[in-house]
Every structure is written in structure tokens, then in C-alpha cells.
């Protein structure tokens, strides 16, 4: 793993292994962790990966996304990368969300990710309520971010691809400001969307707010 100047030894996750470790002794080899990031945008990608990290490894600082500042989860971005067995990240666009709804397409971004592990994970872990389609068993974990290290690895590929994502948007549409807002409803979000119409990244199902106008 490579060192980075910006998390040290001296930050221990607050995360514990209890949940991988049981399911280690339940007989599974390859567990992972996965979660999303973006349901609640008005426009782009949900986007969601999976992780297998060597069950126990100590990563400086690794926690729930959104408990960490922008600098640590770019930090953290590669060093999960690099110690991971494997990890995954994949997508459900706009289009899809429209079509199968938002939790249905954040099921289908999660299952994209663990189906492109190159290593086959046997076990996931979901963070979240709610499992549907997977090929292999499942355990859902509600806070699951804030309680499994594997889980709180996705989490923070997820994030981090979806803000940079939303980078690439901005350059595309910047009259919409995405490169601030990250596609969630600010009212100077909505506001744009009033005045200049959806642009092609947009959820159509997301713009209830429009007929209200």
C-alpha cells in the first residue's frame, strides 16, 4: 500500500471486522462490500461499487464517505484501490433510472459492480434495507457505511467517482453548476432547471418540481 501524506497511522477506522469475520466463519471465502452513491440528484448516474479488501487489513482513516472531508476520500480512493483483492465500479444512468426507478436502478448499479469483480465475491454485503437480484447470498446492513470496512471502502470509490462524474457534467452543462451542487436539488439547481429546461443528464422523473411551476 502506498503511503500518503495525507492519512497517517495515527488515524484508526472506527470500523469493525465482526461483520466479515462472521461470515468467514459461516463458510464464505470471498466477501464484499457495496454501496452507492447518488440517489438523490436531480440528474446524472447512481453509481455504486464493490470491494473485497483482506479481511482484517488496518486502512488509516477508512470510514463512512460522508463523515470524511473531500481531501480524505480522494486520499482514500487509491489506497483502497491498491489494497483491495479487487473492487469494481459500475453505473445506472438516467435513462434507467426513469425507466425502472431509483431504487431499482441503484439494485442494478450494485449488482453491475459485484458481477465485475475479478475476483467472484461468494458473500455481499449491502449497505442498506434492501437486496434484489443478486446471484450470490446477500446480507443487507442498515448504516452498513459506518460498520463494515468493506462496505465503507465502496462507499467512498462510489462517491469519489461520482463527484469527478459530475465534474465531467459541469464541463459539458455548466449553466447548471454541477460541479458545485453534485446534481442534488439547491434552489440554485432547481432554479436553473426552471429557466433553461432539462438538459440531457436530467431524471425526468425527478423534475416534479417543474409542473409545480
Known amino acids: 500500500m502506498k503511503p500518503s501524506a ?11 471486522w465482526d461483520i466479515e469475520n462472521q461470515c468467514i466463519a459461516d463458510g464464505f471465502c470471498a466477501v464484499c462490500g457495496c ?4 440517489r438523490g440528484p436531480l440528474a446524472g448516474p447512481v453509481v455504486a461499487a464493490a470491494v473485497i479488501l483482506p479481511v482484517g487489513i488496518e486502512i488509516p482513516g ?14 482514500l480512493f487509491d489506497v483502497i484501490r491498491e489494497a483491495a483483492v479487487a473492487y469494481a465500479i459500475a453505473e445506472a444512468d438516467a435513462g434507467e433510472i426513469d425507466e425502472i426507478n431509483i431504487l431499482n436502478a441503484s439494485m442494478l448499479a450494485m449488482r453491475r459492480a459485484v458481477e465485475q469483480l ?14 434484489r437480484g443478486f446471484s450470490i447470498p446477500t446480507m443487507t446492513v442498515v448504516g452498513g457505511d459506518a460498520k463494515s470496512p468493506s462496505i465503507a471502502a465502496a462507499s467512498i470509490l462510489a462517491k469519489v467517482t461520482r ?27 432547481m432554479d436553473a432547471v426552471k429557466e433553461l429546461g432539462p438538459c440531457p443528464l436530467h431524471r425526468r422523473t425527478f423534475l416534479k418540481f417543474l409542473e409545480r411551476s
Do not use: Q, W
Not at 6 to 16: A, F, N, W
Not at 62 to 75: G, I, Q, V, W, Y
Not at 167 to 177: H, V
Open 62 to 75: 477508512l470510514n463512512d464517505s460522508k463523515k470524511l472531508t473531500e481531501k480524505k476520500r480522494e486520499a
Open 163 to 189: 463527484d469527478r462524474m459530475c465534474l465531467e457534467m459541469d464541463a459539458a452543462y455548466p449553466e447548471y453548476g454541477f460541479a458545485k451542487h453534485k446534481g442534488y436539488p439547491t434552489k440554485a439547481h
Open 118 to 131: 475479478t475476483v467472484r465475491a461468494d458473500f455481499a454485503l449491502i449497505d442498506g434495507n434492501t437486496s
Open 35 to 38: 454501496d452507492e452513491a447518488g
Open 6 to 16: 495525507k492519512l497517517t497511522g495515527k488515524e484508526k477506522s472506527p470500523l469493525s
